[in-house]
């Protein structure tokens, strides 16, 4: 039995050999030569091979990376909040009301505009919020205002607005893979034992929908810290997010062991607060078996 | 009849949501083929000079050409990859399988800009120069996750009882999967494909920062949009290539679907 079972291992490493080979190629690698790179000192063109914590301290001594870093975050925060909101009844609705044989077809038609180039879709968000865009130029001509309303774009609420949209499917789906999986009887045997609808819902279903709900958060958490095409266009480059400020160091001011070290602590208090996020959360999560 | 409404109203919801999601790409087709060369209301008339002047332009030409270019080739490369991945993860018990499956995964759940930046680091030292092919290697692994998820599924609803059958049949191994397991899951081999495609078609980022000089689809829309002039003629370039995305999926739903019910398992239904 145990040579069955290492014939079995032998095979299944073999087996997974080739995808994980160019996995650490293209991903390990590079990330652990970030790490080193943030711990190396930045030379004219070249990086000098010497230890050094300095890049951190710069990192953390910096008054504009602490406020990229908390824009960042509120920015996300406030995304996930909006997408999570919206998505929940989406989800709710698809699980419990949509027919079976209908389900795959609406799942589709909310997957589509996800799958559809996200770079347009932000874009799209700056010819209908820009000073000639779809709105000012359509209340125009409507006659509601006379001048163009300013206040649309280049601001935090626009790109808040834009990354809600951009990444709303992504929330629904977690969400409705958790309610599928809720044995219905349990609800009939809240409503037979005298709750109400909406009492049913507080203490049968949500709790039970919460792990589906923690997946959507950090789902849509996560990307929307590290995106760089929303700020660029939407922000018009003014409210730059953390990703483009790794981006202008790396690349722009040239100076890749400080932008990697930037790129390691932006990963840390990504990893920290989601972390302490589901901390937060654990007793969601011990509820399901 | 409290059910219903509580239905009802929900949906009404759900259709409101879903009106949301598709407004801004609903804008694409009409200003495509709006006669004014800015993109506002009122709209000016019915043209379709946009798609003329679209194709009359060799920049835009160079960039497509460039972008299937890679998306075939990231889509293939890919594919082939994440079914290694999904079949050593569905059929085999084997040490650190949790860990390599979690590294093949990883890059779905990592923003993109690590990605592109770490890897042009690694590039950089080891002295590649950027090109297409760059962008090749970067988008066969963002796009691997994506396959391995179509193929665990394709595997897992597969019954192995019908492998072991091959085999009591004198089968071996590669035969038993050529012959058996490969046309089984062949559908969900093609919709993989197409998915890492479309993916590969739409990205960015890394495209953005590895591709050198040599432009693609999203990277030349990127560098238009600064000029208002453009503008109307990305609207008609954004209007096929959100067309050709919604083809490629539909087509890619259909052999998902099929392959699920050629091994005889239940709609679980989406991609993910």
Request: charged fraction near 15%; proline fraction near 5%; glycine fraction near 6%.
């Amino acid at each position: 039995m145990a040579t069955a079972d290492g014939k079995e291992a032998a095979q299944g490493l073999r087996i997974v050999a080739p995808p994980l080979t160019y996995a650490v190629l293209m991903l390990g690698i590079p990330l652990l030569t970030i790490l080193a790179y943030s711990f190396f000192k930045d030379g004219y063109l070249t990086i000098v091979r010497e230890f050094t914590l300095e890049n951190y301290r710069a990192v953390w001594a910096d008054p504009i990376f602490r406020t990229i870093m908390i824009r960042s975050l509120s920015v996300a925060a406030m995304v996930t909040l909006a997408t999570v909101l919206l998505a929940f009844p989406v989800a709710y609705f698809l699980s419990f009301v949509v027919t079976p044989d209908r389900k795959a077809l609406w799942i589709f038609l909310i997957t589509i505009p996800f799958w559809t180039s996200y770079l347009i879709r932000v874009f799209l968000w700056k010819v209908i919020l820009g000073y000639n865009g779809v709105i000012n130029s359509g209340l125009k001509s409507l006659g509601v205002i006379e001048q163009p309303l300013s206040f649309l774009l280049y601001n935090t609420g626009s790109i808040v607005m834009t990354l809600s949209h951009a990444y709303a499917p992504f929330a629904i789906l977690p969400i409705y893979v958790a309610l599928e999986k809720i044995d219905r009887s349990l609800l009939e045997a809240g409503r037979d034992l005298g709750e109400s609808r909406l009492m049913t819902f507080w203490r049968v279903t949500l709790p039970l929908a919460m792990p589906g709900v923690l997946a959507a958060v950090l789902i849509v958490f996560i990307p929307v810290i590290g995106d760089y095409v929303t700020p660029t266009l939407i922000g018009g480059g003014k409210i730059p997010m953390v990703a483009n400020m790794i981006q202008a160091q790396m690349l722009d001011i040239d100076n890749k062991p400080l932008g990697s070290a930037m790129a390691v602590t932006a990963m840390l208090v990504v990893a920290i607060a989601s972390l302490l996020f589901l901390l937060a959360n654990r007793r969601f999560l011990r509820v399901r078996q | 009849m409290n059910g219903r409404f509580q239905g009802g109203g929900l949906r009404a919801y759900a259709i409101l949501y879903l009106l949301f999601l598709y407004a801004p790409i609903l804008l694409l087709p009409i200003f495509a083929f709006n006669a004014g060369t800015i993109v506002a209301f009122p709209l000016k008339g019915f043209t379709t000079g946009w798609f003329v002047q679209m194709w009359d332009n060799a920049a835009l030409r160079k960039a497509l050409t460039n972008s299937l270019i890679i998306a075939f080739s990231a889509s293939i490369l890919s594919t082939c990859l994440g079914t290694f991945a999904a079949r050593a993860s569905t059929r085999f018990r084997f040490p650190g399988k949790g860990a390599a499956i979690g590294l093949i995964m990883m890059p779905l759940v990592m923003p993109e800009i690590i990605v592109s930046m770490s890897l042009l680091v690694v590039l950089l030292a080891v002295g590649i120069e950027l090109s297409i092919l760059t962008v090749i290697l970067g988008h066969t692994l963002i796009c691997m996750p994506y396959a391995v998820a179509i193929m665990t599924t394709a595997f897992s609803s597969l019954d192995k009882s019908l492998e072991e059958a091959a085999y009591d049949l004198g089968e071996t191994r590669f035969s038993a999967f050529r012959l058996v397991i490969l046309p089984l899951v062949m559908p969900g081999i093609i919709s993989a494909m197409l998915m890492c495609f479309t993916v590969s078609l739409d990205e960015f980022i890394i495209a953005f920062f590895l591709a050198g000089n040599e432009p693609t689809l999203p990277t030349y829309i990127f560098s238009q949009l600064r000029f208002p002039k453009s503008i109307p003629v990305i609207m008609a370039l954004g209007t096929l290539l959100v067309l050709a995305s919604i083809v490629l999926l539909g087509i890619a739903e259909y052999f998902r679907r099929r392959g699920i019910a050629r091994t005889g398992a239940k709609d679980t239904g989406g991609f993910l």
